[in-house]
């Protein structure tokens, strides 16, 4: 069974729209840490943020915001006032902290290739 | 610039050969990772080295080996090699061992089996 699910398989907006990106995961563990991860063009995967089970304030980092509910298990990521460079591929990714032998493994989900038009 | 190093960028090589892909982790990070992306796939764990010691291992296949050296740098060694091993295998590093740990990842080294 896939632990993370990223039902969009791609989005595209116009500059400025909004966006979310929706990331849905599954875990029996009760400590694990949620991750977004952006892929460019250029293929490089770049971090964004971390999020572990015990928090769930919102967290916004200028345009970015992440919605965190353990309620529905979802781990969701919007942009605000999106621009032509938000253009990448963005990945939803969980590690679970109960599993020693799975310490720091990465599980991701398929990506959300998102487009904004200009 | 995450600061993780992979070399080569790009590879190409034939069925049946072996390919070595090398990683120096950013400075002060004891931790690597190996992951394969591709379209079936798309990105799989495949193993994880700490301090030189082997701590978790994905869906690696037999043909596939790795190790860390002593200055922390990584291997990643790909044998027997088939059409369906074409992908792009990303190495990243943390500075721990935990799930805690973001890890950064290197830009990848492009491996396409003709």
């Known amino acids: 069974a896939q632990k993370v699910t990223q039902a969009q398989t791609e989005i595209s907006v116009v500059e400025k729209e909004d966006v979310t990106l929706d990331c849905v995961y599954e875990t029996r563990d009760t400590t694990y840490y949620l991750f977004w991860y952006k892929q460019p063009p250029s293929g490089e995967l770049v971090f964004l943020i971390r999020r572990n089970s015990f928090d769930e304030q919102n967290e916004i980092s200028g345009r970015y915001s992440w919605n965190f509910q353990k309620s529905t298990s979802s781990f969701n990521f919007t942009i605000t006032a999106s621009q032509v460079v938000d253009s990448a591929v963005y990945f939803c990714?969980?590690?679970?902290?109960?599993?020693?032998?799975?310490?720091?493994?990465?599980?991701f989900g398929r990506g959300t290739q998102l487009t904004v038009w200009p | 610039d995450s600061g993780v190093t992979q070399t080569p960028k790009h590879l190409i090589t034939a069925t049946g050969q072996r390919v070595t892909l090398r990683c120096s982790p950013r400075?002060?990070?004891?931790?690597v990772y190996w992951y394969q992306q591709s379209l079936d796939q798309g990105l799989q764990f495949l193993i994880q080295?700490?301090?030189?010691?082997?701590?978790a291992k994905g869906n690696i296949l037999e043909r596939f080996s790795a190790q860390q050296f002593p200055d922390l740098h990584s291997e990643l060694n790909l044998s027997s090699l088939e059409l369906g091993d074409s992908a792009l295998y990303f190495c990243?590093?943390?500075?721990?061992?935990?799930?805690?740990?973001?890890?950064?990842f290197g830009d990848g080294t492009r491996l396409s089996i003709l």
């Open positions: 080295y700490y301090n030189g010691e082997e701590r």
């Open positions: 400075s002060g990070d004891l931790s």
């Open positions: 990714a969980l590690s679970e902290g109960n599993r020693g032998s799975t310490l720091g493994r990465l599980y």
């Open positions: 990243a590093s943390s500075v721990g061992l935990g799930p805690h740990q973001p890890q950064h």
